[in-house]
Structures are given as C-alpha cells and as structure tokens.
C-alpha cells in the first residue's frame, strides 16, 4: 500500500468512479483542485486499485484540508487515518505553523478521526455543505 502524488491517469480512474467517494464534490471540483497550482493531491493505492485520495491547499504560513476521501467499500479499515497522517506528514515539511479543515457537523466519525490527531475546533461555518449542513472548522497547530 502506497500513498502517492496523483497523476492525471489517477485523476481519470477518481473522474469515473467520484460517486462511490462523496456526494458532495463533483468532476469539476476535483479537476479545479488537481490543477490548482497551491494544492497537492494523493491517492491511496494497493495492489494497483485507488482506495481513497486526499489533498491539501497551501497559503503562505498554514495547510488546508481540502478532502480525504476513501471509497465506501473500503471504510473502517484506516485508510482515513492513513491519509491524515500523510497529509501532517506534508504540512510539517512544508514548515507550515498549522493544518485547518472543514468537516461537515453531522460526519461523526471524521470528527472523531481529527479529535484523535489533537484537531481543536475554532468555528462554525453555516449551511457550508449543500446549504444545509453546518461545516466545523477545525485546526491543528504545530
């Protein structure tokens, strides 16, 4: 099992399986995000099948959490946990003095994933996701 930066190929096999990750983000939202020029994406893969992927936005001083995203059949296995430790990983290297997320209010066990890697959270953003559910913000400092 390996965690790596993704390829445009990666990007292809995400593009066609999106829905069996999240309903909330869409084709474009993850081509956008891919081509951004302050954001890094990686793939989660073992025995050449993508298990999840995960990406991360930088500004000057801090990380974001853009997504991390495991294909539903292979939940409760890690793979979060995997790709949360990564993304830290990453931030530290960057010399980045945080890493910050937003996870919608009603995602109980991300919640529970972020409390257990010292995440805090600092603030609610309202009907973040799909204008209905509330979005915590939550921060990890370094």
Same mark, same amino acid.
């Given at each position: 099992?390996n965690i790596v930066e993704m /390829?445009?190929? =990666?990007?292809? +096999? ?23 020029? %302050? ?24 990380? =974001?959490?853009?997504?991390?995203? +495991?294909?539903?059949?292979? !939940? /409760? ?8 430790? #990564? ?15 937003? +996870?919608s209010d009603n995602n109980f ?11 805090? /959270?600092?603030?609610? !953003?309202? /009907?973040?996701? %799909?204008?209905e559910n509330d979005a915590l913000?939550?921060?990890?400092? #370094?």
């Open positions: 099992m /390829k445009k190929e =990666h990007l292809d +096999v995400l593009i066609a399986e999106l829905k069996e990750y999240d309903e909330f983000w869409n084709e474009k939202i993850l081509i956008d995000e891919f081509q951004n020029e %302050n954001s890094e994406y990686f793939v989660l893969i073992d025995d050449g099948k993508i298990l999840g992927f995960a990406g991360l936005w930088f500004n000057i001083d801090e990380a =974001h959490i853009m997504n991390i995203a +495991v294909k539903k059949e292979y !939940r /409760k296995n890690g793979f979060g946990t995997k790709l949360l430790e #990564f993304l830290i990983v990453k931030a530290k290297e960057k010399n980045k003095i945080c890493i910050t997320l937003e +996870v066990s991300a919640i529970l994933l972020y409390e257990k890697f010292n995440f805090e /959270k600092i603030g609610t !953003r309202k /009907k973040y996701y %799909n204008a913000i939550m921060t990890k400092t #370094f």
